[in-house]
């Protein structure tokens, strides 16, 4: 234990952080210094004056602009515009309207598929209806009851029944 008290400067706590505080003011300074030094160049200030100028020959040009314009040239310029914005107005009219019946025949088309779809499925049904009403008297006699035509009939008069209506294929131009 003797040994580690012969180096006195590392165990000296207070002389170490005297030493630390100083040397932490001191690099703190150096970077506060630094940044205002990169802030405060020379030729950002001539830049900054630049800019400046450049911003005041730019307004003098866009007066100059302005005083040059032919006034009739101007109006007639603005009265096509307002020609154009009318024309615009009307014709998105148009399209609004033709959007509208597009729509309207999405719709159409939709319901015509939906009744077209349950049509197929009530035609599969009936169909496998009949089949099945067939099927087991067929197996038993060769022969054409009259029962077994009734049904194979109202099968057929069920699929007819759920055929789409007039009114939703006109419209398709079927």
Known sequence: MADKKSVGHAYNVDFLNVVFAA?????????????WD??????????????????????????QAGRSVDRTKLTQLEQ???????????NQKQVDDLQNK???IDVLLYRATVVLEITRIARISASREMIASVTPSAKNSCDASPDRL????????????????????????A
């Open 23 to 35: 040397s932490s003011l001191f690099l703190f300074l150096s970077v506060i210094w630094m940044v």
């Open 38 to 63: 990169d802030f405060d160049r020379d030729w950002k200030k001539t830049q900054r004056r630049f800019t400046q100028l450049e911003l005041q020959v730019t307004q003098a040009q866009l007066q």
């Open 80 to 90: 096509q515009e307002a020609a154009g914005r009318k024309n615009v107005q009307a």
């Open 102 to 104: 597009a729509k309207d």
């Open 150 to 173: 009734v049904r194979g009939s109202t099968a057929i008069d069920s699929m007819r029944a759920a055929a789409p209506a007039p009114a939703v294929v006109a419209p398709l131009g």
